[in-house]
């Protein structure tokens, strides 16, 4: 994301030389575990009571928004052996909520998070063909490959999967799930026997009215890619800035042909935090003022120790970076480590904290807390339609620091500006949600299989990618 001194402040744009734009799509992010709320701002409301799954959703609905996107957390984190208190603590069952905002909205979609690694295909099958039911062919899935034994201790069968293997299970849960999707139309009945799932039985759902819910994807290693380009329907990418974004449109998308598919057949959404002012001065300054509320004092601590895997309690967020070695064994429990390389990211800091005069929790802010698109409701509109034009995204996943009434500004205040640039709808299609995000009709699971089979049978059998997958199929 760019640094809050650099967020897009242009004058505004002229607009006679967009021509005919690609369309822009928004789709609304409830957040599940994150550690990026205000909580301090007493429009901060609950992660747990309907009202405020209601409300975000019937916001972004009125905004003509894509889909509701609901992220999902199996367990709470833990923070040096106790539950992180700074984060949402609690979130109810990802396909019960669904099922309610299916009976309170009309259009848009319902998107939930659910792991491959901790559920069955039959059970994600007829819960999501229950949404699909329910809200007239508006469910979708997000397909996560859990990692960690963490995680897996809440579960009989406990531990976790090998890299590889995740990805791998991920990709026949997928195919056992559509295989029980197309017999719905039929007399439900259906066999499969792999590495991963030996079944027989009959599916009790009924024909779909979305033939296929929508399966989203969120990896980003070279794996991860190719199995979004053999199974997934949309990307949900953190590739926010338009730079980094045109690159991973690009790679992503020209794996396509190779598994028989258009470019419009896999579309990509970046999450992004939208932050808006009456002018460019006003948009920065509140910018910097979310992005303090969003890192405490005790946040910026937590987010250190996850980095030196160590207690610093003892050091002031307020006074100079710690002046201790990282240690190495993670004390932090139930979140992916992004960082890699602990010392040289910590030498980078210093540099910068050295360099900008940043105490401790300032360079926190300065590493962590940014956001992607900061200013007046023109300049954004303009961002947004830019970075669709240019093919850095089909569409932004908006994700509010603020639950549940962090939409409603851009709602009332962006959309209307992107609808006069011409780069947004004025009203529902009238249809499915792959239809309304402009998918092609679902394609069978025989079909997705043999696809994929085709692509890395006539790969390079060196890739490491297709190496790693080109057993399943």
């Not at 999707?181 to 759902?205: E, K």
């Not at 900061?374 to 089909?394: F, I, M, N, S």
């Not at 009434?405 to 011409?422: N, S």
Request: aromatic letters at 8%; glycine letters at 8%; charged letters at 25%.
């Amino acid at each position: 994301m760019p640094d809050l001194d650099s967020s897009h402040t242009s004058g505004s744009p002229d607009r006679s030389i967009l021509g005919q734009p690609r369309q822009v799509h928004l789709a609304a992010h409830f957040p599940g575990v994150n550690n990026t709320t205000v909580w301090s701002d007493p429009a901060s409301g609950s992660h747990i009571e309907f009202d405020s799954f209601s409300h975000l959703a019937q916001t972004a609905e009125a905004g003509l928004f894509d889909f509701f996107f609901l992220a999902e957390g199996l367990r709470l984190r833990e923070h040096q052996g106790r539950i992180f208190d700074l984060d949402v603590v609690g979130r109810p069952n990802t396909t019960a909520v669904l099922s309610a905002l299916a009976a309170v909205t009309k259009h848009i979609g319902l998107a939930g998070t659910l792991s491959s690694t901790f559920n069955e295909p039959f059970d994600i099958a007829r819960r999501l063909a229950t949404i699909d039911h329910l809200s007239n062919g508006r469910a979708a899935w997000n397909v996560v490959t859990t990692s960690n034994a963490f995680t897996g201790e809440n579960f009989r069968r406990g531990g976790y999967l090998d890299y590889a293997d995740r990805y791998r299970r991920a990709e026949d849960f997928i195919d056992v799930a559509r295989k029980l999707w197309d017999t719905a139309a039929g007399d439900g009945a259906f066999t499969h026997d792999s590495d991963f799932f030996d079944i027989s039985g009959r599916f009790p759902a009924g024909a779909l009215p979305g033939g296929h819910p929508v399966v989203f994807q969120a990896g980003d290693s070279d794996s991860g890619r190719d199995f979004a380009v053999g199974s997934a329907d949309v990307v949900f990418t953190r590739h926010s800035d338009p730079e980094s974004g045109r690159r991973f449109y690009a790679d992503v998308k020209s794996r396509l042909a190779r598994y028989g598919r258009t470019e419009d057949s896999l579309k990509i959404y970046p999450g992004v935090s939208i932050i808006l002012g009456d002018t460019p001065a006003e948009a920065i300054e509140h910018s910097r003022e979310v992005a303090s509320q969003q890192v405490s004092e005790a946040g910026a601590i937590a987010f250190l120790e996850r980095v030196w895997d160590r207690d610093l309690s003892a050091f002031d967020p307020n006074g100079p970076l710690p002046d201790v070695p990282p240690a190495g064994e993670s004390i932090s429990q139930g979140r992916v480590k992004h960082i890699k390389d602990a010392e040289a990211t910590i030498a980078s800091w210093r540099q910068i904290a050295e360099a900008e005069k940043l105490t401790a929790r300032e360079l926190v802010i300065r590493v962590s807390a940014r956001h992607s698109y900061v200013g007046t409701p023109a300049q954004v509109a303009a961002e947004l339609a830019e970075a669709v034009r240019t093919k850095a995204a089909d569409g932004f996943i908006l994700v509010p620091h603020l639950t549940p009434g962090g939409l409603d500004e851009v709602v009332e205040k962006v959309v209307p500006e992107l609808q006069e640039l011409g780069v947004y709808r004025t009203e529902y299609p009238d249809g499915s949600l792959r239809e309304n995000i402009g998918l092609p009709a679902a394609r069978s699971a025989a079909d997705w299989a043999a696809a994929r089979r085709d692509a890395r049978g006539a790969a390079d059998s060196h890739s490491p990618h297709v190496r790693e997958l080109k057993e399943v199929g």
